[in-house]
T-cell receptor, first 115, second 111 residues
């Protein structure tokens, strides 16, 4: 199993540009999570999908952020327009949400730098 | 609000035992997980406690006391490779896998 795949691994962009982060969850998993990690704020859940449906987006910081999951094997997190304070590592994680299931598998992350 | 408190940093020497504590205040509780994250890496799952008591997995053990809203991760026979950040996380809802993560504890193991 390839694990959770994220792309790009690194992204450097200028303020005001659109940024799109991509995630392919583990095949068969039905839950997908987008997290943001910074030194100041730690690991924050941005949005959570179950069976491709957004369940909880209370962590999405503002309207500049949007996420989609058009099918079970692909999700995107978009920031438009980007700002320097969006600089962080963005992780995608997936899990198989069944009774007793509890482990989330994280991708390698995308390190975003907004200049 | 929801909060999980951990010490920010712990240091120890190789071969020693270290305990990382986690206290939580959440709207619901359905399990406490621990994740390890090396610098530059992704969090990886270590353990999960849904019921009170001790769970042992090799050199690592995790403990939970629901009445005290408290848990800990115990690392034995420390190795240099155990130097990493450790996060506790609470599953606050029964019918989802959504986790609330603690602030993380940075463990440094010295020779």
């Amino acid at each position: 199993d390839a694990g959770v795949i994220q792309s790009p691994r690194h992204e450097v962009t200028e303020m005001g540009q659109e940024v799109t982060l991509r995630c392919k969850p583990i095949s068969g998993h039905n839950s997908l999570f987008w997290y943001r990690q910074t030194m100041m704020r730690g690991l924050e859940l941005l949005i959570y999908f179950n069976n491709n449906v957004p369940i909880d987006d209370s962590g999405m910081p503002e309207d500049r952020f949007s996420a989609k999951m058009p099918n079970a094997s692909f999700s995107t997190l978009k920031i438009q327009p980007s700002e320097p304070r969006d600089s962080a590592v963005y992780f995608c994680a997936s899990s198989l949400e069944v009774a007793g299931g509890h482990e989330q598998f994280f991708g390698p992350g995308t390190r975003l730098t907004v200049l | 609000g929801q909060s999980l408190e951990q010490p920010s940093e712990v240091t120890a020497v190789e071969g020693a035992i270290v305990q990382i504590n986690c206290t939580y205040q959440t709207s619901g509780f359905y399990g406490l997980s621990w994740y390890q994250q090396h610098d530059g890496g992704a969090p990886t799952f270590l353990s999960y406690n849904a019921l009170d008591g001790l769970e042992e997995t090799g050199r690592f053990s995790s403990f939970l006391s629901r009445s005290d809203s408290y848990g800990y991760l115990l690392l034995q026979e420390l190795q240099m490779k155990d130097s990493a950040s450790y996060f506790c996380a609470v599953r606050a809802s029964y019918n989802t896998d959504k986790l609330i993560f603690g602030t993380g504890t940075r463990l440094q193991v010295f020779p």
